[in-house]
Structures are given as C-alpha cells and as structure tokens.
C-alpha cells in the first residue's frame, strides 16, 4: 500500500486518517496548530472545557460512524436534550421550534401575518432567483423578513440578495411552512430534541478519533503547518519547516486558498483566480468567565436581529454532565466579522464589554464577567455570492479531477457543513485511494456529487 499524508487534523482529516490506515496506508498527518479538532476543538478557560462555538452531534450521524464515535467515547458520550431559544421581535421562542412555545410566545401580528403568507403561498413564483427569493417563496416574506434575512446577512455579512439559493438549500430544510410545523410537533416530544454530546466537551470527538489513530499507527504531527507540496509523476513531497516527506497522495482538509498556494505545480490560472474570488466570513469567539454556578438554564441563545453583534451565545455546562467548576461558568459569544474590519482588531476587553452590552439588550441577566478570552477564527462561513456562482464552478470542476492531492472537509471544499457531514467525507476520502496506490477519481467524483446535497443542521 503507498504511504499518504493527510493535512490538517480536523475531524474531516482525523477521519480520513484512521480510515486510511485501517484499509493498510501507512499516513502521517501534518497540523499547523498545537491541538488537532480545528473548530471542533475544546480547550480550557478558567478550569472549565468549552468549545469554539455552539456544536452538538446530531442523530442524523451515519450508522456506521455513530457507532465507531460510540465505541470510542463509551460513557462519556452523553445522550442530552435540545434546550436553546431564539429571540424575535424581542420575544424568546423555544428551538427547536415547538407547536406550543410557539403559540404562546410569537406575536399575533407576526403569527396572523405567517399564516396569510402561508395562505398565499401557491401563488408565489415555483422557485426564487437568489437567497431572499427562495426563503420568501418557501415561507413567505414575513419569515425571511423577520428571520432568515437579518440572520444570513449577519452571518455573511452582504445582502440576503446578493447570496445564491445554493446556500438556502443547504442551509434551510424547510420547504414551506407544512414543514416548519410538522418539524414543531416532532420537536414538542424530548425524543424529538436529541443530540449528543461528550463528557468533556466537543473536542472529545476529535481527540478519541486521534488517539485511535495513533494507535493504529498514524504518525500525527502538530505544529506543523505545510509550505509546499510538490507534484511530481508518481509521488508528492511535502515541506513543512525542514522536514520533507515524500508519499504517493496526500488528503487536504485545509483550507482550499492555503493549498492552492502551496501546490507546485500551482493550479491552472482560472482556478487560482476562482479561488481567489470566494470570500468567507470570519467570527470571533469570545469566552467569558462568569462568577456564578450558572448563568442560564438554556443551552444556546440565537440572536438573529441586526441590533445586536452576537449571534449565538452558549453555555457549555448547560451541554453536558461533566466535572465542571461549581462556582463559575463560561459564556461562549459568537460576533461574525470580515478578518479586516474594525471588529475583528478589537481587544479582548472591547469585545467583552460589547458582548455584556448585547445581553442586557437582549433582556437577559447581566453577567458581570471577571476574565474574558477570545479567539479568532478567518475562515467560518463560506459566503456564496451570485457574483462568484461561475467561480464555485470552476472550482467544483477542478476538485472532481484529483491527480496526488484531493481535496476534503468543511475548509477543503468551502462548505457549511456538520461534523456528522465531514466525518463522512473523511471516510470517502479513505476509500478513493486504491491498492496500487492511486486515486479513483470517479469514485470522488460521485461523493462530491453527494455531498452537495448535505442540508446543515443547526
């Protein structure tokens, strides 16, 4: 079997790793940071795990990859219910969505103007031409109005306009309001709000999966970021600093303009300019440590509405059962922000006071935190614009012709997917390298093809 270096010790990397080496690869994996799991990764503020960001593994998981996750983490795997919220028109909803909360808790006007747009729905065109076009044919104005607009714009960061409808397929599994309810009435039972989660935060995942994969015998090599990958007949060198590695493939879950630039020989012109064309959305993620046992009883708040720069805050005891300080937890803010804007410069202690500020806005408690933390993230929420749509597919042509090095994950590709999703990419991406140690590219081909059809679930 040849020997294959993976990039990048994200989950979607960590997957493909194990998976490569059980099928008899030998595989070293290369990562820039200090800690596999990428943004799936855990780490420690003021004694306690959280996570960067609001995560939870969901049901929908693959049989076969929730039962390998499970044998991994075995008790420590926790079966919990959804608890979250979502504030509109400056009312709290229950999410996931339920039939009552929602009957009791929107507002008449809002609710009598929902069901006329769902009334009046046959008469809207078949299909909508942009972002905002499609949520407003599906659900009708009031919804991508009051909700879905502000949100992606403070996600994305222009125009729900100015987005495809590519994203509101992958984004939103609503296909009307038919749908909505019938996802109400499964959510009003606790079986119907179920994920999982681990005992020490979502990271775990990650971590199980790399110590599995050492011990099957992948080499995986942290701080160790990759500066160029040279192409050449049948085999690829790898630098990194002043190591050199040569191998027969290489599996990239980096992100996509990084390897662009590290390839030798680089990509054609059209698609180093199609790369260079997609932006994605960077966040800031600011942890804040509060002197109490608890801030809320609710796991996630979403704050879709423009007034506010947080979109989500989560509390990470609220997730699990875990061995957690008693007296403090922490508070995860999540602010979307372009990587060169004002925001993104701000210090820690800017950002935590701007983060108390939306939350007494928001009408919550006041958190009076003591210590805040933040980390930067430049590469979330890949952001599909009408403007690039010709550029995504040049790049999706590009990928589906893969020579030594394939292209995988949420970062690899440019997607918004689950950890559910590119853990399934992961595994794939394994199976596309043959015994005689090349690339079946047909076979990727199909699994692209695949995964386009991927609807997130938040």
């Known amino acids: 079997m040849s020997d294959i270096a993976v990039l990048g010790a994200g989950p979607a990397g960590l997957m493909a790793a194990l998976k490569a080496r059980e099928n008899g690869h030998e595989v070293t994996v290369f990562e820039a940071s200090s800690q596999v799991g990428g943004m799936a990764a855990s780490l420690e503020v003021a004694g306690q795990r959280v996570d960067l960001g609001s ?9 076969s990859i929730m039962s390998l996750i499970k044998s991994l983490l075995g008790d420590d795997l926790q079966t919990r219910e959804r608890n979250g919220r979502i504030r509109l028109k400056n009312k709290w909803i229950g999410f996931p969505l ?15 103007a929902v ?8 008469l809207r065109p078949k299909s909508g031409s942009n972002f905002d076009a499609e949520i407003r044919r599906r659900l009708g104005p009031t919804v991508a109005r ?15 306009s100015s987005l495809t409808t590519e994203l509101s397929d992958r984004r939103v599994s609503a296909g009307g309001p ?52 040279t192409v050449s007949g049948g085999s690829v060198e790898i630098a990194s600093g ?11 879950s980096i992100p996509l303009p990084i390897l662009a630039r590290a390839l030798s020989p680089s990509p054609p012109e059209e698609v180093v300019s199609a790369i260079n064309q997609q932006r994605t959305r960077g966040m800031l993620i600011a942890h804040l440590v509060v002197p109490q046992s608890q801030y809320t009883s609710f796991d996630a708040h979403y704050f879709p509405g423009l007034d506010l720069a947080t979109a989500r805050l989560s509390e990470a005891k609220n997730y699990r059962t875990g061995d957690d300080p008693p007296d403090l937890t922490v508070l995860c803010a999540e602010l979307p922000c372009w990587v060169d804007d004002e925001l993104w410069g701000a210090s820690p202690e800017t ?16 958190a009076n935190h003591t210590h805040v933390e933040v980390r930067r993230l430049p590469s979330v929420y890949p952001v599909y614009e009408q403007a690039t749509s010709s550029a995504r597919t040049v790049i999706d042509n590009w990928l589906r012709h893969p020579d030594r090095v394939l292209s995988l994950g949420r970062q690899g590709l440019g997607v918004p997917d689950n950890l559910h999703h590119v853990l399934s990419m992961g595994s794939q991406a394994a199976s596309t390298i043959t015994s005689i140690g090349s690339i079946d590219a047909q076979a990727w081909s199909r699994s692209l093809t695949d995964f386009s059809a991927h609807v997130v679930q938040d």
């Open 178 to 229: 038919a749908q909505i309810i019938k996802n109400a009435l499964r959510a009003a039972k606790p079986e119907g709000r179920i994920f999982y989660y681990p005992r020490r935060g979502y990271g775990q995942i990650s971590e199980s999966l790399a110590d599995a994969a050492i011990s099957h015998g992948v080499k995986i090599q942290l701080n160790r970021p990759v500066d160029r990958i």
């Open 55 to 63: 995560h939870r593994l969901h049901p929908a998981t693959d049989p």
């Open 351 to 366: 950002i935590g006071q701007m983060v108390e500020e939306d939350l007494t806005r928001a009408g919550l408690p006041k």
């Open 115 to 122: 069901a006329f747009d769902t009334l009046v729905k046959p």
């Open 146 to 160: 009051e909700f879905y607009g502000p949100y992606a714009t403070k996600l994305y960061g222009v125009a729900p």
């Open 242 to 252: 002043d190591t050199l590695l040569n191998t027969g493939n290489v599996l990239s």
């Open 98 to 112: 339920r039939t009552g909360d929602m009957v009791k808790n929107l507002p008449l006007r809002f609710s009598a």
